[in-house]
């Protein structure tokens, strides 16, 4: 009997070493996996804030805003169809938000200019960021650093022709009389 008694003890030792083990196991795998989570949410704000500082960059470069109006709290898309607004051939799409109302995003875009030694260019300095809401610093953020041509808000310089337009009309011209297209 006493044998049975030290096999039984032995057979439950073994099990709560067993189990103890699984716990342990499962624990280190819990862990790895939050961080792996972790790291994964946090490149995917970075790469976030990366994308909305060259959005920003080619607006500016495009002329289309300018670091005032792009300056501030970034507005929250409900849908990025939105985007395609008069693409033809991305069909009927119409904006989601309405005119005026801004959608916190939770980034923030900061953009500074300062006079550079070429002549006509700026040197441009965009930072999109994202503050944390429990302390109020900054979480994520990514800056870029460039030169562009800013134009004056009454600049309008679509549709006029300059000598790069003049040049390809020459050449357009040149193509027809030969045949082409």
Request: proline share 2%; hydrophobic share 45%.
């Amino acid at each position: 009997m006493r044998a049975r008694a030290t096999s039984r003890g032995a057979l439950l030792l073994e099990m709560l070493v067993a189990v103890g083990l699984f716990v342990v196991a499962g624990l280190a795998i819990s862990g790895a996996m939050e961080r792996g989570l972790g790291a994964m949410i946090r490149d995917r704000e970075e790469t976030k804030a990366a994308d909305l500082a060259r959005s920003a960059m080619a607006m500016l470069e495009a002329g289309i805003e300018t670091p005032q109006t792009l300056n501030g709290p970034v507005r929250a898309w409900q849908d990025d169809s939105s985007m395609l607004e008069g693409d033809e051939q991305a069909g009927s799409v119409t904006q989601t938000f309405e005119e005026g109302a801004v959608d916190a995003s939770g980034w923030e875009l900061e953009v500074l200019t300062e006079p550079s030694e070429f002549e006509g260019l700026s040197l441009v300095s965009v930072t999109a960021m994202r503050l944390d809401t429990v302390s109020g610093e900054i979480a994520i953020s990514h800056t870029l650093h460039q030169l562009v041509r800013l134009r004056d808000d009454a600049e309008d310089i679509v549709g006029e022709v300059d000598a790069l337009m003049e040049a390809a009309e020459r050449g357009a011209g040149r193509n027809r009389s030969r045949g082409g297209t």
